[in-house]
């Protein structure tokens, strides 16, 4: 089987690069270039179509994710149907579908079958909770059902996989040693906690690597190496921990690329505004400068209820300093299961952050729109602020409610500067 | 009369500086010594007594600014009250009354009599609104009328004030020569635009400002020096005009300063991410390291209805480079007047602002809620972590609504990351 990553080793420029190129305003080669030397991704399963692709790496806008999925007392299928439609209207570019209820199976699939964006899964989530329903513990789970749960995942169209490879008992001692406060708050990470140490075993998607990426293979599915022992607070962000698993990442990473497999990192998390350069830099350098995927990052604890802003706040920053995938927080984190209010919301706020953010990463592009934003306000062109504006829905249904004034509405008593200044400039008095 | 500025001077520590000393927990020597400076500003009316005091400036956690008034469509006095009330409650240091409606000075003592932290105002609208109720034209303002505008806010308390004396007929032509897209948002700088050109004649705020300086004196108002001249779009920022401008904020500020008064800076508005570091950084050096008292920044264009956030990310990265008072903005900017709701989420979204830049700033006290809040979760203890939330009663209302699970909520299935883990670091199994 071939995958983007050997075809462009190939020099061969595949229907997904020419379509990332054309929509990113590059050339195909631009794309086939970084897609060899893996610093740009195409998640797109070999076995599933879909009418929207896109391009994660370097030169490239930053993409958004978004999360959704059952748990076992939020069982709602129909729920998450909905939930996954408004992910794909706000202008997500991928979601995770992270279904710990029952009919896990039936949960993705319909999934995959009613999106048009990038699916992504943690395999590790579906693998413990099935040892539990058939062993009654997460511990029972062998390395067998790990790879069956990721094999059947690949088979269903996944376009891009949490694995949780870069964890080893090793990592353990380091952890203990190193001395956090919050441990680990990674699920996946948890649950492979355990199993180590009950089975006295090293954990199998570290073990059995080469297995995992020969599956990842088949269907050019990629690999997101899911980042298990991620600082849970801003207190633990940048310690040993951090470092040694970001050096287990790298070296997967680079097993990957010898492989011919499209890889990314998953990364924090936690993170405080002064550590998110350092942060960035390190990942990128310790993993070869592949595709960086992170959850956040959260610049402060202290504001549960408004994660979302939080996370902008750090994505925007990280953003600028090298990070191509930003998963959304929603104003639920922390503190129970998104609503679907809150899964739009997340991913509103994702995307503002990352279109901050392009403004350094491309200039052009980002730069142009609010550019094209600027002079629609300037000559008071209410259709080219719709058109620009990032969420034009939002714009367009506050127009509708309250009829917009020159410029920006915000003056109504003869004092708008726009229109004071404006004879001075351009008009009789110029 | 004397000032907090030259009390300082003299080595005196004033019950205000004592205040600020022991909020911040740095010494009264260390609030003394910068206030003498010129790095730290305490903005508090002589003639006012009110129950909360701040500090502006140098090693002091990040203030925020919010904004009410009235206008000619929307004059209601009861509801400026109330939202007056939500931005207090909201956790707002300190306000602007940018009222243009009828009754301004009654709406003005209103507002400093029914509030509890530091007020600010605009002079320049009362005066262009009464010229152009008493002569029909904000033209025919006069600079005596400024200057009386100016007497009477601070007779009646105002503890700080945008004066827009940083704009004069030199820098309208090297505004019209840098050639803009957006020229002039500043309500203060399109009124003064419009009057020098009407009279040919310099700004008086800018030609007699020794008698601006005078009157804030007598009653120790903190001189906060407005940006009539800030770019008014991303693609505006850091040019030849704004730096001009700066230069000349500057001169006024050691102007201010060797008159001993205290004095701050007003900085934009619209900030590309990748002009932030600089935008501080020359505004800091050129004004003398002055406190900076920034509006937003608005770190892209392009997301009408949620400036907030976009405002939160620029006052963030600004803060981490040196801005010490954030003002916030409602998700309502550029759209229309403020709702109550939109002041509190404004409140709220800048103070997660100030707190992200706080940990840059201080390291401390920042540092240590979020230490708090980390140690609250994994601790699971629910008090604790509504003690160190930034907005404990978003938290309070959500528990009460959504029992909250173990930690954080979110994992409702046995799959708890902190719990599947804690055994194995502190438990049985450790």
């Not at 490879?165 to 708050?185: C, E, H, M, P, W």
């Amino acid at each position: 089987m071939s995958t983007q990553m050997l075809e462009a080793r190939a020099g061969r420029i595949t229907e997904e690069m020419e379509r990332v190129a054309l929509q990113e305003g590059v050339t195909p080669e631009y794309i086939r270039e970084r897609v060899a030397d893996s610093r740009i991704v195409i998640p797109k399963n070999t076995r599933r179509s879909r009418s929207k692709i896109c391009g994660i790496g370097e030169g490239l806008d930053i993409k958004v994710n978004s999360l959704m999925g059952t748990s076992s007392d939020r069982n709602d299928k129909a729920m998450e149907k909905r939930k996954l439609q408004l992910i794909e209207e706000a202008g997500a570019d991928a979601f995770m579908d992270l279904s710990t209820g029952d009919d896990i199976d039936g949960m993705r699939r319909q999934s995959i079958a009613s999106s048009n964006i990038a699916a992504g899964c943690v395999p590790v989530y579906q693998a413990a909770n099935e040892a539990i329903e058939k062993h009654g513990s997460m511990v029972a789970m062998t390395g067998r059902d790990l790879l069956d749960v990721i094999e059947k995942e690949c088979e269903d169209g996944m376009d891009f996989m949490a694995v949780h490879s870069a964890y080893n008992r090793q990592l353990f001692d380091i952890l203990r040693k190193t001395g956090r406060l919050a441990n680990i708050v990674s699920r996946g990470g948890s649950i492979l906690t355990a199993w180590m140490h009950y089975n006295q075993k090293d954990n199998p998607l570290y073990a059995e690597f080469d297995k995992v990426l020969e599956i990842l293979k088949s269907t050019d599915t990629v690999l997101s190496i899911g980042d298990a022992i991620r600082p849970g607070c801003n207190f633990d962000s940048l310690d040993a921990a951090q470092m040694a698993g970001l050096m287990v990442a790298g070296d997967l990473a680079k097993r990957a690329i010898e492989a011919g497999v499209q890889v990314m990192i998953e990364g924090p998390g936690h993170v405080p505004l002064n550590h998110i350069a350092t942060t960035m830099q390190m990942q990128k350098r310790l993993c070869h400068n592949v595709p960086y995927y992170i959850l956040g990052f959260l610049a402060t604890d202290v504001a549960p209820g408004y994660d979302n802003i939080t996370g902008a706040i750090g994505g925007a920053f990280a953003g600028m300093h090298g990070a191509d995938f930003l998963c959304n927080l929603t104003p639920a984190e922390h503190l129970g299961l998104p609503t679907e209010e809150d899964v739009v919301m997340g991913v509103r706020t994702a995307r503002i952050a990352a279109d901050c953010a392009n403004v350094l990463r491309r200039g052009g592009r980002a730069w142009n729109r609010s550019l094209a934003m600027a002079k629609a306000r300037v000559n008071n062109d209410v259709q080219a602020q719709i058109d620009n504006a990032l969420m034009p829905e939002v714009l367009r249904e506050r127009l509708a409610r309250e009829p917009k004034h020159d410029h920006c509405a915000a003056c109504s008593d003869g004092l708008c500067p726009a229109d004071v200044a404006y004879d001075y400039f351009f008009g009789d008095n110029a």
